[in-house]
Every structure is written in C-alpha cells, then in structure tokens.
C-alpha cells in the first residue's frame, strides 16, 4: 500500500485530533452539567439550603424569587425526622418503586444492556443491542438503574434510562435495581439520589452475601428515609434537572456520533477518497444536534 504524503498524513492527523478534541470537550461538559445537577440536589434536599437561608432572613443564592418563594422558612419535626416544613420524610419503598413491573414477553426482542455497557461515572450507558427477552432486568425511559451486586455498586455503576424509543421497553443484567419516583418527585431525583454518597454508602451497607457475590437486599434498601418536598418545589426541581439531563444525553449523542466519524473518516482520508473540506461539512453536521439540544432549554442557577 503506498503512504500517502507527509503533507497529506498531517493535516488527516489534524483533523482527527480535532474530532478527538471536539469529543473531550463534550464530556468535560458533560462532567460539569451532571456536578451542576448533583450539586442542586443536594442543596435542595439534603443541606436544605434554601430553608436555611430563608430562616437566616436572607434570600437563597443565585435563585430567582419566584422559586425561592415556594420554599419554607422553617423546619418540623415528623415521626421518622426534621423535614422543612409542609415536607415529608419517607421510607424509599414509599417515595419511589422499586423493581416496578414492565410488560416484555419472553423471547421477544427488545434492547439489552449488560453491566459491562454502564458507566462508573454518569448518567449515559453504552449502546444497547437487540436480544430476545430472557431473564432479567425490565425498564423504560426515566428509570433508574443502580447495580446491586459487588463490586459494581462501589465501583459507581449507575445509569438513568433515556436511551430507548418512546414506548419502548428495554431489558438488561439481573443485577440491576430499577427505581421510578412516584409523584410529585421527578424521574432525574432517582438517579441524583442514586449518586449521592450517603445514599451510596446505605445501600453498600445493606449487602448481605457470600464474600465476592454479596447483593443489594431491596427490603433494606427501601428503608433509606427520603426528604419528599411539596408538589410546587418538585416541579420547579424536575425542570431544571430535566434540562440538564437533556443537555448531558443530546452531548453524549454527539459524541458518539463523532466518534463512528473519526473511526471511518481514516481510510478515506487516507486514500484520498474525501476531501478535508468535505470533512469539514460532516463535523459541523454532527454537532449541530448538541448545540440546538443545548440553547433550547438553559436552566435556571440555583444554589
């Protein structure tokens, strides 16, 4: 095979740095958009920072008076702790479901996702592939998927659902627990939870097993206590939470379609069988999906 030029070799090793710099910026957003939400939640509902800050006299930082008007300025005693007031405290197995049921007949073929395919670190799983209904895990859109077994749990593995087509139902390892609030919490609020250290270290400890092989027990998993505010606070954190999350998978989208670009961009480059200007082209193609997904919606700041 003839090497093609140097000039040639160095302005394809350009252009394909230039994809791979493209793809880290992606996920170094995405990074900071997934901090951004988990910092909110815990504000919101574990620090009770707007509550405090109320009760000082003084109003929440960064946060619009609008929103900060739906929250208390005091707190109340229930019988399981001290919520804001107008809040409640609930058991997990009451504020969220917990292995709900999906309808997905055995030998029907739907989208699979192994353990291997999600990630330590957030929220965006790997592509599914079609497989037909054996044993194992069922869920659609907005589901949370948190891994029970060791070390997949410490290890971080988890993963929110926004992957398949609308309608669909997917399915995946044993080993996963899925959850789905239930109203007024908005879907993200699972997977926040899911990621918050406190909650981690519940769920590490509320393992039983043989050594190497020791599980999630759900009945002690569903007694975590979880701050449930009221409906208004509720919806007022979904939206923002929900644009993030809309942010992080449109950035993903994007990333994995540069990647499939740089991977087959290569030979034709090499061959000369595409031209940079037409590469060119295709990379702001491929991104323009992420910065339309990215100005529709820009969240409001909060603490």
């Known amino acids: 095979m003839p090497t093609p030029a140097l000039h040639i070799q160095k302005e394809v090793a350009e252009t394909l740095g230039a994809i791979d710099d493209r793809i880290t910026l992606l996920r170094e957003t995405n990074a900071t958009l997934e901090a951004i939400a988990q910092a909110l939640f815990k504000s919101w509902f574990v620090d009770f920072d707007p509550v405090r800050a109320k009760m000082e006299g003084s109003t929440p930082e960064g946060m619009i008076d609008a929103t900060a ?50 990630g330590t670190q957030g929220h965006v799983a790997d592509a599914t592939v079609p497989r037909e209904m054996g044993s194992g895990s069922k869920f659609v859109n907005g589901d949370t998927l948190l891994a ?23 399915w995946g390892s044993t080993e996963f627990v899925v959850l789905r609030p239930k109203a007024p919490l ?16 519940f769920a590490i400890q509320s393992m039983s097993g043989t050594s190497g092989r020791q599980r999630i027990q759900n009945d002690v998993l569903g007694r975590y206590l979880v701050a449930v505010p009221t409906q208004a606070i509720a919806e007022a954190f979904g939206q923002t939470a929900s644009a993030l999350q809309q942010r992080i998978a449109g950035n993903h989208a994007s990333s994995q379609t540069l990647a499939t670009l740089r991977d ?27 910065r339309s997904r990215t100005n529709d919606s820009e969240p409001e700041h909060a603490d």
């Not at 809040?87 to 353990?115: C, F, H, Q, S």
């Not at 029970?148 to 997917?170: H, M, W, Y």
């Open 148 to 170: 029970r077994i060791t070390p997949c749990l410490e290890n971080g593995k988890t993963a929110f659902v926004d992957f398949l087509s609308e309608g669909q139902t997917g």
């Open 186 to 201: 908005p879907d993200y609020f699972a997977y926040l939870l899911c990621r918050h250290g406190a909650f981690r270290e």
């Open 264 to 290: 087959t961009l290569l030979p034709r480059l090499i061959f000369g069988q595409l031209q940079l200007p037409e590469v060119q082209d295709l990379l702001d193609n491929a991104a323009c999906p992420a």
């Open 69 to 118: 008007a739906l929250f208390p300025d005091s707190f109340e005693e229930t019988e399981l702790g001290v919520v804001p007031r107008g809040w409640r405290l609930l058991p997990l197995a009451e504020a969220m479901e917990i292995n709900p049921t999906r309808k997905l007949k055995k030998g029907e073929l739907a989208p699979y996702l192994d353990m291997a395919s999600v």
